[in-house]
């Protein structure tokens, strides 16, 4: 399985499908695995990895948001202690989001080896800005609606790695499943942490970490730009150039249906013309 990044405490694995990432923090006393996924033969891999690193260290594993993608491997990890937002355990949609990892095994004739189960959540994150020692890490987390209903911002503060899920992606422009003003203010939240001058590493969900605060900036000004530039198309009823947007990224064809589909949420949000 490709490796994004390795270094002493920290690897990021990405995926053949979708370029989705999966983390793993490492420290003399705890691995945290975040978002295991896609292939069965990828899952295994970090399975592997979390077995010839985890020994005699204390296990976690992280979602940063139930879409399925993220939540597929979790029956690969048995015993370990799990993390999530209060709103991923209190998630309506939580059957569709399993029903979706059933049937797309089920349309690529995959099999698996381990249960297709919705994760069972042992760390709770209720608030903004809640805090938590893991290790002789410091973690402070952060709701994350928008993209969808329930993400979750992981900030180890100790190493300056910020895990944001499906955000402020170098591949995509924003998918935006649940909420524009949401969606607006987790961009908020995470201008804030980076603003703040600690942050060494920002993971997205898909596509390329950065270590480059201008990076990191400009991929905010650039989700803004969209947001605002569909919000303002669906208001005034005029045209969005997607054909200018898409310009900039390698797999523009899929695009369109998801470009579509925040066109519809932002009339039903914001009504116009």
Request: hydrophobic content about 35%.
């Amino acid at each position: 399985m490709k490796h994004q990044l390795t270094s002493s405490h920290l690897t990021i694995f990405e995926s053949e499908l979708f370029r989705t990432t999966s983390t793993c923090v490492i420290t003399d006393d705890y691995l945290l695995i975040v978002d295991p996924n896609w292939l069965p033969s990828e899952v295994a891999y970090i399975r592997q990895f979390t077995e010839l690193h985890g020994k005699d260290r204390s296990k976690y594993l992280l979602f940063t948001h139930s879409d399925y993608d993220h939540i597929i491997g979790y029956g690969a990890f048995p015993g370990f202690m799990t993390i999530a937002s209060q709103r991923f355990i209190d998630n309506p949609e939580a059957d569709k989001q399993l029903q979706q990892t059933i049937a797309w095994d089920d349309e690529y004739y995959v099999q698996r080896d381990y249960p297709l189960c919705y994760p069972a959540i042992d760390y709770p994150i209720h608030g903004e800005g809640q805090g938590m020692k893991i290790g002789n890490d410091d973690y402070v987390f952060y709701q994350a609606p928008g993209h969808n209903y329930d993400g979750l911002l992981t900030f180890n503060r100790s190493r300056g790695i910020l895990i944001i899920g499906d955000y402020l992606s170098n591949i995509e422009f924003p998918y935006v499943y649940h909420s524009f003003a949401d969606y607006r203010t987790t961009l908020n939240t995470l201008e804030a942490i980076i603003h703040s001058g600690e942050v060494k590493v920002l993971i997205t969900g898909h596509g390329n970490h950065t270590t480059d605060r201008v990076e990191m900036e400009r991929r905010v000004a650039d989700s803004r730009a969209y947001l605002d530039g569909v919000e303002l198309a669906v208001r005034s009823g005029t045209d969005f150039d997607f054909e200018r947007l898409v310009a900039r990224y390698d797999f523009p064809g899929v695009m369109g249906a998801f470009h579509g589909k925040n066109v519809l949420l932002a009339g039903v949000e914001f009504g116009g013309n």
